[in-house]
């Protein structure tokens, strides 16, 4: 607040040198020089006027094309004002106006296509100067409007065509300074249009040269604007791309890893099993039998995780697939507990289903009954011995439908939950939890979920228990889920 009171309340002389102040800085950042308004860096000035040819130059046969048709309708101010040396201005008019127009074919010779400035340059002081040329000729009265010429020769150069500042300023000013002199040699001039020439001239120049100068400094600054911009885009779209590498990377090597170590698995699990029951058939149940049942029990778990492993990989990759049903909700509840009775038993703990209001769901039976499998394993995990599992549910005021499963836990604190859907995140640190696992289940479930237009919600005080709210939303059965693509 205090700097733009400071602003307000400024004097002319400290809002001019603030402008200064500021424009010498934003020069010094873009590598302009002040004095010649071009760039210090040579390689970079090359380049900005190769993307002059490249880009403007037809433009700018377009603005010479009107510039020549613009002198040749002094014609008609020719014909209707002077009374001197008629025939040798209209010549000169045409003579003029020819020579230009002849330079224009040069600029679409390649080789002279980098000096389309410099053509330029000629013409506009070839139009300068026959302007003045033909006031010379002129009786003193008829003079006044042809310096209006002058003025529209060097404002629409200045504003319009891409002329370095020191050609520009060196013609501005070295076609003043003759027109200045035959106003003050020729004595058929009188005193009130010298001043008034000196005033009128002076003027045109000084305007045509802050314009150019002005023009040139914006037309780079711009430039290095569209550069810088399409360097960051290239720069995004490169990273973009190594980004998009490294996470296909990574889906490669998680499929490959875990359908490498499955074959294994399958191979352990199925001797383990062969010689487990050779051993029951032999009548020996010592340790043999319980070193093969932890092994037998620790392949599964292990097979368990990689093909969960894999089911995220299809699920990031976009390859799931789903078959969308009418489902009553009884019968997705009962077949994820049937799936999780081992569980449930092992810890002796009771699941109450009297909450549980039944409707049909539009859903994909088996992912859906997957990802609720994850929920209540989750649950299972965080529960202690003989405690109970709510699993309850009904239909909202607005036709949605919300199934809700609440555990006896230790619950979640709010940056655990934020953290619950990351895939590979524990909830407890790494180095101390006492869970194991992926943490792809909660990833999984909601991704499952939000597929089928569900949503899933976790709520947790952070010391009794944690709350599991999956929302469906009411849809028509015609309606296709979120993903639905094909099964890799």
Request: hydrophobic residues 45%; glycine residues 6%.
């Amino acid at each position: 607040m205090m700097k733009n009171h400071a602003r307000l309340d400024a004097t002319p002389e400290e809002r001019v040198r603030g402008f200064l102040r500021r424009f010498r800085a934003s020069l010094k950042r873009d590598g302009i020089s002040a004095g010649t308004a071009e760039f210090k860096d040579r390689k970079v000035e090359t380049a900005y006027r190769r993307f002059l040819v490249n880009n403007q130059l037809k433009t700018e046969r377009l603005y010479w094309w009107a510039t020549i048709i613009a002198f040749l309708l002094y014609l008609i101010l020719d014909l209707t004002t002077i009374t001197r040396s008629l025939t040798e201005i209209i010549a000169l008019r045409i003579v003029v106006a020819t020579f230009c127009a002849s330079m224009i074919p040069l600029s679409y010779v390649e080789r002279f296509k980098p000096y389309f400035s410099y053509l330029t340059v000629g013409g506009m002081l070839a139009f300068a100067l026959s302007i003045i040329a033909m006031i010379s000729m002129m009786q003193s009265d008829d003079a006044p409007p042809y310096i209006i010429g002058v003025l529209v020769t060097f404002i629409a150069s200045s504003c319009l065509m891409r002329i370095p500042f020191r050609l520009a300023a060196s013609v501005y000013i070295g076609a003043s300074i003759v027109y200045l002199l035959v106003l003050n040699l020729d004595s058929d001039f009188h005193r009130s249009d010298i001043i008034a020439g000196h005033f009128f001239m002076i003027s045109i120049a000084l305007v045509a040269v802050v314009t150019n100068y002005a023009q040139e400094i914006r037309s780079r600054q711009i430039w290095l604007r569209d550069e810088q911009r399409q360097r960051d885009a290239e720069m995004i779209e490169k990273l973009l791309i190594e980004a998009t590498a490294a996470d296909q990377s990574k889906i490669n090597f998680l499929s490959m890893m875990s359908h490498e170590l499955r074959t294994p698995l399958h191979q352990i699990i199925g001797y383990t099993e062969v010689v487990a029951n050779s051993c029951k058939a032999a009548n020996d149940m010592d340790d043999n039998v319980r070193h093969l049942n932890e092994i037998h029990g620790s392949a599964h778990v292990l097979l368990s995780r990689i093909q969960k492993m894999l089911r995220f990989v299809d699920a990031t990759a976009g390859k799931m697939k789903y078959e969308m049903v009418d489902t009553p909700v009884s019968e997705l509840v009962d077949v994820a507990l049937e799936r999780m009775r081992a569980g449930l038993e092992k810890k002796a703990m009771r699941v109450d289903t009297s909450g549980l209001v039944d409707s049909a769901l539009y859903i994909d039976i088996v992912h859906t009954c997957y990802a609720v499998n994850n929920l209540i394993e989750n649950a299972i995990n965080a529960s202690s011995e003989g405690s109970t599992l709510w699993i309850s549910g009904d239909k909202t005021a607005d036709g949605a439908y919300e199934l809700i499963l609440r555990d006896e836990g230790s619950g979640m604190s709010e940056e655990q939950i934020a953290g619950a859907f990351k895939p590979f995140t524990q909830t407890e640190n790494t180095l101390v939890r006492s869970g194991e696992g992926l943490s792809l289940g909660l990833t999984l479930a909601r991704r499952i979920f939000e597929d089928q237009r569900a949503s899933i919600t976790l709520l947790s005080d952070g010391e009794h228990g944690t709350t599991v709210k999956i929302r469906f939303e009411a849809r028509e059965k015609e309606q296709k889920p979120a993903r639905d693509k094909a099964a890799g």
